[in-house]
């Protein structure tokens, strides 16, 4: 609302100056009037506002409350729950370690039983590979003397074979040089009577 200028009584001298001095009060009164209703109503509705937050305010906390409520239950029980499950596990645990030493003391006999006859069975199995290595060597020996005899008869009768084909290489060669040699005559002949007969003819003609 604007500012308006306050009216000094004192001024008042005069009845035009009265009247207006009456006009400006009765506007002044009507003025504080409805500013007073318009902060009645205002302050009805703050209030009013204020009742609703109150109350709005009171049902958070009373839901707080109930959640504040139930989450203690929760967590009493939870806990309980948590020293039940321990409780639990402590004596599975220990059903367990009961269990799994009896299973370990009857696995260990078992074991020890399976080692000695394992054993057994492998000092028997090492006699065996001891005696067949033994054959082995042996009939190894005896093969390895029959392939060297055999291998000595093949080089004998490879031996044989070769001077056999060297001795026949050889007759083959010279007979080849003979036949090399009669035909380079028997050229060498026939290359002298054509001459002959050439120069024979030649002279014959110049005649």
Same mark, same amino acid.
């Given at each position: 609302?604007?500012?308006?200028?306050?009216?000094?009584?004192?001024?008042?001298?005069?009845?035009?100056?009265?009247?207006?001095?009456?006009?400006?009060?009765?506007?002044?009164? /009507?003025?504080?009037?409805?500013?007073?209703?318009?902060?009645?109503?205002?302050?009805?509705?703050?209030?009013?506002?204020?009742?609703?937050?109150?109350?709005?305010?009171?049902?958070?906390?009373?839901?707080?409350?109930?959640?504040?409520?139930?989450?203690?239950?929760?967590?009493?029980?939870?806990? /309980?729950?948590?020293?039940?499950?321990?409780?639990?596990?402590?004596?599975?645990?220990?059903?367990?370690?009961?269990?799994?030493?009896?299973?370990?003391?009857?696995?260990?006999?078992?074991?020890?039983?399976?080692?000695?006859?394992?054993?057994?069975?492998?000092?028997?199995?090492?006699?065996?590979?001891?005696?067949?290595?033994?054959?082995?060597?042996?009939?190894?020996?005896?093969?390895?003397?029959?392939?060297?005899?055999?291998?000595?008869?093949?080089?004998?009768?490879?031996?044989?074979?070769?001077?056999?084909?060297?001795?026949?290489?050889?007759?083959?060669?010279?007979?080849?040089?003979?036949?090399?040699?009669?035909?380079?005559?028997?050229?060498?002949?026939?290359?002298?009577? /054509?001459?002959?007969?050439?120069?024979?003819?030649?002279?014959?003609?110049?005649?």
């Amino acid at each position: 609302m604007e500012n308006k200028p306050q009216l000094d009584p004192s001024l008042i001298n005069n009845l035009e100056t009265a009247k207006l001095s009456l006009k400006w009060t009765t506007e002044r009164i /009507s003025e504080l009037e409805s500013e007073a209703e318009r902060l009645k109503i205002d302050n009805k509705n703050k209030t009013e506002s204020l009742r609703h937050l109150t109350r709005q305010l009171d049902q958070k906390e009373e839901t707080l409350k109930k959640w504040q409520q139930t989450i203690k239950t929760w967590e009493e029980n939870w806990r /309980s729950q948590q020293a039940m499950e321990a409780d639990l596990k402590a004596k599975l645990r220990q059903q367990i370690l009961n269990e799994e030493a009896s299973n370990w003391r009857e696995a260990r006999a078992r074991l020890e039983k399976e080692i000695k006859a394992l054993k057994e069975e492998l000092a028997a199995k090492e006699a065996e590979i001891g005696r067949i290595k033994i054959q082995a060597i042996e009939e190894s020996k005896k093969l390895s003397q029959m392939k060297e005899e055999e291998v000595n008869l093949l080089l004998r009768k490879h031996e044989d074979n070769l001077a056999a084909r060297e001795l026949a290489l050889e007759e083959k060669y010279q007979n080849l040089e003979k036949e090399l040699i009669e035909s380079h005559r028997v050229k060498m002949e026939q290359e002298e009577i /054509s001459f002959c007969l050439l120069y024979t003819s030649d002279a014959a003609d110049e005649l």
